[in-house]
Nanobody, 115 residues
């Protein structure tokens, strides 16, 4: 069965950095696009970044230049490097298989940006 397990979240000060990781299992990872979504408090889930099976990338405007998505097919992992974090980046972050209407989601991990 498909499993997506996020790690690396936590509390960070504004301007700081975090790196989220997602370990995938139960399917042929390298043939699939992957994504990161987030849900800020009281708001809808939104796409943060996506990466295709060929490592093409797509970013939401609100993270361009600050976040970088990458993948390691040998390890079946996808990463989200988050720099210059802002309080408005506070959210639960989810790893997904695919990033266009994904049906497989991780359990989510909390990222809190606060001083």
């Amino acid at each position: 069965q498909v499993q997506l397990v996020e790690s690396g979240g936590g509390l960070v000060q504004p301007g700081g950095s975090l790196r989220l990781s997602c370990a995938a299992s139960g399917y042929f990872f390298r043939a699939n696009d992957m994504g990161w979504f987030r849900q800020p408090p009281g708001k809808e889930r939104e796409l943060v970044a996506g990466i295709t099976s060929r490592s093409g990338t797509q970013y939401a405007d609100f993270v361009k230049g600050r976040f970088t998505i990458s993948r390691d097919d040998a390890k079946a992992q996808v990463y989200l490097q988050m720099n210059s974090l802002k309080p408005e980046d506070t959210a639960v972050y989810y790893c997904t298989r695919g990033f266009t209407n994904p049906i497989y989601w991780g359990q989510g991990i909390q990222v809190t940006v606060s001083s």
